[in-house]
């Protein structure tokens, strides 16, 4: 039997509600109807052009493999855009747009697993290298002029804008850069080499972060061809790794990147490394590396305040060509307190709703939109809370949950700790798999089916998992 637009377009919303969080998936995907099916074109209608513009943007890639995936690989999509509601009577106006997706892909770049972002490609196969040929892997878009200085960062870009206009030459080396989720510890790695590479655009500027520094060096290792791998990195003048508490636990590739911290640093060139907390509370890095890391500087980036938060506003609307009322800004920037990263998804839902209903941004809109956001009453469920759950209710350590030990009564807690935060939190498997030491959304899959299917054949096992979700659905009220 032939299936309906409809339901294809239902079987690729489940891949895509695992794959892309909460917020993002219920602004973007969620008023996406599918219209037809022929000739293996899918037609999706999104309500206007700038959704179409978003979503081509940002999720190209992702709609692109999804649709491929259930329909095969000459699936082809197509946009119908809304440019005029309809009425009780008549069907709303709408354009077709062709996407970029299906030009560009090849079907080499179709496979599974998913990856929201592209790949970074793997600078190490060109022969014969020099230098400058190295692509810098950088975001063009992150430069210093992008990047408000307040209290909570002045300290860390200056130290960065002082290393970009002398690399290697200042005390500033290794630059650790450090602070939470979302404020803006990548933007200013990255601004430091974008702005190296505009001083001086022969410098070989590399960025990369931990997590595919490690990968690569998986890579390379089972090849083994590690000292290509190392004598790559030894050609770069402005080292920057992104996320270094993803190399606790990795001994291997610290191995390498101590090999290549020092050749770097003795050669007078520059190392910017970013973390989520203060070099010295990194678990599970190598002591030797720390105390390299102490001879240069840490500077941190905090929670910017109110003031800052209003400056950063103002200047994503200016470079996006967006107005709204200053009362809305002002809502916005005392509302939504927790980083940065938060700030630009409550504006970017805030004007995707006002394209949805065609009404321009106000205070109603506003309120109405940051409920998502701002945190209710009932408080909020994380991962680390659930792994807290289950280690005390199993007697379990936190760090064995996350290692790779193949314990029967620990592969049980941790699996069901996953399937618990399947359950009870909105974060994707993507990002699930990521608090238990860096798996992949497969096995948080794997994980959520065995305890369903335990569930079903041990009554034991069952009453612990039903006593567990009473434990946290309690704790959530
Ligand atoms: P982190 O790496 O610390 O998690 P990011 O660098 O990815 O955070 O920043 C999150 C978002 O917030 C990015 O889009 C970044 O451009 C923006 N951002 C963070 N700090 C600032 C700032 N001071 N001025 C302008 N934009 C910022
Ligand atoms: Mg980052």
Same mark, same amino acid.
């Given at each position: 039997?032939?299936?309906?637009? +409809? ?17 993002p998936?219920?602004t973007w995907f969620?008023p996406i109807?599918?219209?037809?099916? #022929? ?5 999706i209608?999104v309500?206007s052009?700038f959704f179409y513009e978003y979503l081509e943007e940002h999720y190209v890639?992702l709609l ?13 999509l197509?946009y119908?855009i ?15 747009m062709?996407t970029?997706f ?72 290794? /630059? @650790? ?22 001083? &001086?655009?022969?410098?070989? @500027?590399?960025?990369?972060?931990? #997590? ?28 920057? @790794? ?10 291997? &590739? ?46 941190? *980036? ?7 938060? *209003?400056?950063?506003?103002? *200047? ?6 967006? +107005? ?28 995707a ?16 939109? /940051?409920? &998502? ?49 399947? &359950? ?30 335990? *569930? ?22």
């Amino acid at each position: 039997m032939n299936k309906t637009c +409809e339901q294809v377009w239902e079987k690729c919303l489940n891949i895509i509600r695992d794959i892309v969080e909460w917020q993002p998936f219920k602004t973007w995907f969620e008023p996406i109807k599918a219209v037809q099916l #022929e000739n293996n074109v899918l037609t999706i209608q999104v309500p206007s052009q700038f959704f179409y513009e978003y979503l081509e943007e940002h999720y190209v890639g992702l709609l692109g493999k999804t649709i491929k995936r259930e329909l095969g690989k000459e699936a082809r999509l197509e946009y119908r855009i809304v440019v005029e509601n309809g009425t009780p009577h008549q069907h709303p106006k709408t354009v077709n747009m062709p996407t970029q997706f299906t030009k560009h892909q090849k079907d080499s770049e179709v496979d599974f697993p998913l990856t929201i972002q592209n790949p970074v490609k793997n600078p190490f196969v060109i022969p014969g290298i020099k230098r400058v040929q190295i692509d810098s892997q950088l975001n063009h878009n992150y430069t210093f002029e992008s990047f408000i200085e307040g209290d909570c960062n002045r300290v860390a870009r200056r130290a960065g804008k002082t290393v970009s206009d002398k690399p290697g030459g200042t005390s500033f080396n290794p /630059l @650790v850069i450090y602070g939470g989720v979302g404020l803006g510890k990548t933007h200013l790695a990255q601004a430091i080499g974008n702005e190296v590479k505009r001083q &001086s655009p022969n410098k070989a @500027v590399l960025y990369v972060s931990a #997590e595919k520094f490690i990968n690569q060096f998986i890579d390379h290792s089972k090849n083994n061809i590690i000292n290509d791998f190392i004598h790559f990195y030894q050609l770069i003048d402005v080292l920057i @790794v992104d996320d270094i508490q993803f190399f606790a636990r990795a001994e291997k &590739s610290q191995d390498a990147f101590f090999a290549i911290f020092n050749h770097i640093h003795q050669s007078g060139k520059q190392l910017i490394l970013t973390s989520d907390k203060p070099p010295k509370d990194l678990d599970g890095l190598q002591e030797r590396l720390l105390s390299r890391f102490r001879w240069g500087l840490s500077a941190d *980036m905090q929670i910017p305040d109110f003031e800052t938060r *209003m400056e950063i506003l103002e *200047m994503k609307m200016r470079n996006d060509g967006l +107005e709204m009322p200053k009362e809305v800004v002002k809502y916005v920037a005392y509302n939504i307190q927790s980083n940065v990263r938060e700030l630009e998804g409550a504006l970017i839902s805030l004007l995707a709703q006002s394209s949805l209903n065609r009404k321009d941004i106000d205070l109603e809109l506003a309120k109405r939109v /940051l409920k &998502s956001f701002v945190k209710t009453s009932s408080k909020e469920i994380t991962i680390e809370s659930i792994q807290k759950m289950v280690c005390e209710y199993f007697d379990v350590p936190y760090d064995k949950l996350l290692q790779k030990t193949r314990k029967r009564e620990i592969v049980q807690a941790r699996q069901i700790t996953m399937y618990l935060a399947k &359950s009870f939190t909105k974060n994707s498997l993507k990002t699930i798999g990521e608090h238990f030491g860096g798996r992949d959304h497969t096995t948080v899959i794997h994980s959520c089916q065995t305890v369903k299917d335990l *569930m079903d054949t041990d009554n034991s096992f069952r009453d612990s998992v039903i006593e567990l979700q009473q434990k946290v659905q309690l704790a959530a009220m």
